[in-house]
């Protein structure tokens, strides 16, 4: 009886099996990772969008919080300037879900105090990125937390505006996750500061030299002045291209000696690849005398170092008659870089894109297909030129699109989505089943809204769990039998000792 007792425990402690769902959790995390990390992507790239269009800082502070809360989707984004007198930050540009915060709490500060000891202070003193992940718990946050929670803060980040190697300013960003900034984006929210904090070297600059310009259209006097302790370098050419003058920054930046360049021809100075580019300019300026043109070239230091400048010239003539050419030089090789940089992030992207393990669809809100990676191609077996010629229902097995459009729907209204199930129709007609991972996105690819679907081939997944379902339903089976068999030697030993009852002879069983 023991025995098959134990057996029968045995059978219903294998009932209770559930398969392991340890794993759900960083799955969830992971494609939480992924949607942050593409909301700050989407985030960078408008930045820097908005960079290359504004005519002035202004602007640019207002569009900024506006990008973040249009693509980075935080609750709420302000930038605001130092006071050199205090250290105190004033605002003075903001958007998203502000409702009074900003004049509620107490003004934040660059000083080592409690007003200065979050994210805004630290940011400013080490002129680094800073933030605070929990602003419901974390003690820092005391000063402001009431109102921050009270509007939806959940997560904080201060990212420093520098000029001319000082912090001058703070944008202020707030997620309504809390932990929503990890190390792994911080990369991402470095490259932010020192976009913005370039553009604001930009309009320093394109504020002196449009000062330099104005000065030297004013009058020889006022020109002289400016010409001698101007931070930009300056030339004046023969029309032959000979150097008759160079103010001392184009001294100090080039490692020349003004003997060595004055009297000798400007072609000495530039890439030998820029030279046939320079003299074509210089012609151009001789033509058009009117005009003030601009262009961006290479120029060679004495020491042998390359030199990104943009040049503005125009044709100027003297009391005399005679006519020279005005050259104004901005060292851009920091904003070169800066480019090559952006352009080597966004590389990186695509190529994380198009090797990336999960299938990636991007797609209208009118479902139709704007991109796939290689493992997309892969699954659905179409060529990119096919695949793109289709709309999302075309690829769906039609059971699966109910769900799919429902998904979409919230996803418009602002709600986030879980992953979910559905089937992929390849182009030999096959059923794949997959799981979705699906985001939205705005202003992408020329469209207002467009999403981004991560789909994963869960095909071996479901062979197991049907593989469980088997074995379940057999061990539920074989239950049945063992019980069953109990049950009829119970009636057995019952009736043998009914037997032997009437017989008159003791009972065998014991019951």
Known sequence: MNKFKNAARAILNTLNFKPDRRKQPSQNRAGDNLRQLNRLYAFLSQVNQTIVHAPDKETLFSEICKVAISHGKFRMAWIGLIDEQDNTVTPVA???????????????TANDVPEGRGPTGKAIRSKSVSYINDLANDPVAAP???????RGYRSSCSIPLVLNGNVVGVFNIYAPEPFFFVDDEFKLLQEIANDISFALDKFEKEKQRNNATA??????ERFRALYDNNPLMIFTLNPDGTILSVNETGIEQLGYSREELVGHSVLKLFHEDDIPKVIGQKEKCLLCPDEINSWELRKITKQGKLMWVQETARVLTDHS?????????????????????????EERFKISFEKARDGILVFTKEQRLLSANEEMIRLTDYSKEELFS??????????????????????????TIPPFEAHLLTRAGNSIPVEINVSCMKNVYGFDIVFQGGIRDITERKQAEEQITEQLDEL??????????????????????????QTGKPEKYKS
């Open 94 to 108: 903001w958007h998203g879900n502000e409702d009074g915060y900003l004049s509620t709490i107490p003004k934040l």
């Open 144 to 150: 402001w937390r009431d109102e921050a929670i009270k």
């Open 215 to 220: 000065a030297v259209l004013a009058g020889e």
């Open 321 to 345: 008659g005679k006519k020279y050419i005005l050259v104004i030089c901005d060292d851009i090789s920091e904003r070169k870089l800066a480019d090559e940089a952006l352009k080597e992030t």
């Open 390 to 415: 289709l709309k999302l229902p075309d690829i769906f097995v039609e059971a699966s699109l109910p769900e799919s459009r429902e998904r979409i729907m919230l996803l418009l209204k602002g709600e």
């Open 476 to 501: 539920k089976r074989w239950q049945a039998v063992m019980i069953g068999r109990e049950s009829r030697n119970i009636e057995l030993k019952h009736e043998v000792n009914e037997l032997l009852k």
